[in-house]
């Protein structure tokens, strides 16, 4: 099946600054998706980005599904940045959704 | 417009018990998925229900019974509960309406002790 790797594992910011997160996969995708989970486990869905660029406030995203990786990019990090970012992909043709293991980020005020 | 609701929130079972989680989906989805993330690790796949059928099933055990009704809610059955079990059960919703993101609940965290 389709695998999926995210790096880095953890992350360690000074507030301010700013960082890019990388999932990278095994298979052509038609859907992917970049989560934050925060401490309480909600699972907020940040961007539904199977392919191109979006932005949202401090954080943007781009997806090359031709080289199988997407970036998250979080500019000017604050403490409530801190969580767990995961990736989540789905084959094409298939209904089953793969996360990725997480980058674990926190932000030191 | 209500998001994806689960219950109960926490549950605490004993080793062989059996144990049901229930999800209402978006308004305007029809697609259930039910994942499970132990502690430190990512979701995992359990299955995904539409049309009242279960569409695809990860690497789960038969332990693990799902079933959605005619409104698109749906519950997660779990028979003869394993210490390893132990986890966040989370639901997902989306439409089967073009390539559309999925919306996940708040989760039911189970322990079994």
């Known amino acids: 099946g389709i695998q999926v790797e995210q790096s880095p594992p953890d992350l360690i910011l000074q507030e301010g600054a700013n960082s890019t997160l990388r999932c990278n996969f095994s298979d052509s995708v038609n859907n992917l998706q970049w989560f934050h989970q925060n401490p309480w486990g909600q699972l907020i869905n940040l961007f539904y980005i199977p392919s191109g660029t979006k932005q949202n406030g401090r954080l943007s995203a781009t997806t090359v599904a031709t080289e199988r990786y997407s970036l998250l990019y979080i500019s000017s990090s604050q403490t409530t940045d801190s969580g767990v970012y995961f990736c989540a992909v789905r084959n094409t043709g298939g209904f089953k959704t793969i996360f990725g293991a997480g980058t674990r980020l926190f932000v030191k005020a | 417009d209500a998001g994806v609701t689960q219950s109960p929130t926490h549950l605490i079972k004993t080793r062989g018990q059996q144990v049901t989680l229930r999800c209402s989906p978006k308004?305007?989805?029809?697609?259930v998925s039910w994942y499970q993330q132990a502690l430190g690790q990512g979701p995992q796949f359990i299955f995904q229900?539409?049309?009242?059928?279960?569409?695809q099933r990860g690497n789960f055990p038969d332990r693990f019974s799902g079933h959605q009704f005619p409104n698109y809610s749906s519950e997660l059955n779990v028979n003869a509960l394993l210490l390893g079990d132990s986890a966040l059960y989370l639901c997902?919703?989306?439409?089967?309406?073009?390539?559309?993101?999925?919306?996940f609940g708040d989760g039911t965290r189970l322990s079994i002790l």
């Open positions: 308004s305007g989805h029809d697609t």
């Open positions: 229900y539409y049309e009242e059928e279960e569409r």
């Open positions: 997902a919703s989306s439409s089967q309406q073009g390539s559309q993101p999925q919306h």
